[in-house]
């Protein structure tokens, strides 16, 4: 590769930011799959060509309960900012709850912010889904992250919602994660058997844990996945444009 072509790709490469570590397995899983889907996509010629993506894995609090105070975001907030400061070209965030705060942390800064809402949103209406369960954290249920005007929502009770919360926490930290596999399995199939309900895994831990299992899932970590690459090669072309248009000159 000769220097001009060495320039060409370095100007021309996307760079995406991902806030991850919320847990670091699900960050894992959206890493993986989206490498995958891009080498399957025929996108990629060479090693070259994949984008050039930033991985934030923050220490942050699990965002498990009914409130989520402005210190528990501030780690959120914190690398985002590290993201933004990277120049990155988009920031996706790999946690279903912390995008209840969509607005207020796309002020934060000036880098656009994936919103995994309105590619849930979508991928319901293409599909044609008029109901669904949701699996999801307590803040995801009760403040209608994925409430939406298209269908109706089920939702886990209560209790449910509490042992889903102990669920996450324990998996996190690796702690018996068969078990918290079978609550969350079984919490799942309790609401759906019996009108084969597809489900939402409103939160990225129960992606990774209900991966394998045979059940009619919208898998948020898969819609991140299509919606980043969609992105990315939407700004690659304009680069490419851009980039033209310079040599041109």
Do not use: W
């Not at 965002?63 to 780690?75: M, R, S």
């Not at 399995?185 to 489900?199: A, Q």
């Amino acid at each position: 590769m000769n220097k001009s072509t060495h320039s060409k790709c370095f100007v021309d490469t996307v760079k995406i930011g991902i806030l991850g570590g919320i847990g670091p397995e699900s960050t894992s899983e959206f890493y993986s799959k989206l490498i995958s889907k891009l080498q399957k996509s025929g996108m990629i010629k060479n090693n070259t060509e994949f984008p050039q993506i930033v991985i934030n894995s923050i220490p942050a609090p699990e965002l498990i309960h009914d409130t989520i105070t402005k210190e528990e975001l501030q780690a959120y907030i914190l690398g985002l900012k590290e993201l933004d400061s990277f120049g990155v070209d988009f920031i996706v965030m790999v946690c279903n709850t912390i995008h209840l705060y969509y607005d207020q942390l796309q002020k934060e800064i000036k880098t656009p912010i994936v919103d995994l809402r309105i590619e849930v949103k979508r991928v319901l209406i293409e599909s044609k889904i008029k109901n669904a369960f949701i699996l999801a954290t307590p803040s995801t249920v009760k403040k209608g992250l994925y409430r939406f005007d298209c269908g109706n929502i089920i939702e886990p009770t209560k209790k449910e919602l509490a042992n889903l919360s102990d669920a996450v926490f324990c998996f996190n930290k690796g702690d018996n994660k068969q078990k918290q596999i079978d609550v969350v399995k079984n919490i799942c199939e309790k609401h759906t058997r019996d009108f084969n309900l597809p489900v939402i895994l409103g939160c990225t831990e129960f992606a990774v844990m209900l991966e394998n299992e045979n059940i009619h899932k919208i898998n948020t970590i898969d819609i991140l996945v299509n919606a980043t690459i969609k992105k990315a090669e939407a700004l690659k072309q304009r680069k490419n444009y851009k980039l033209n248009n310079l040599i041109i000159k």
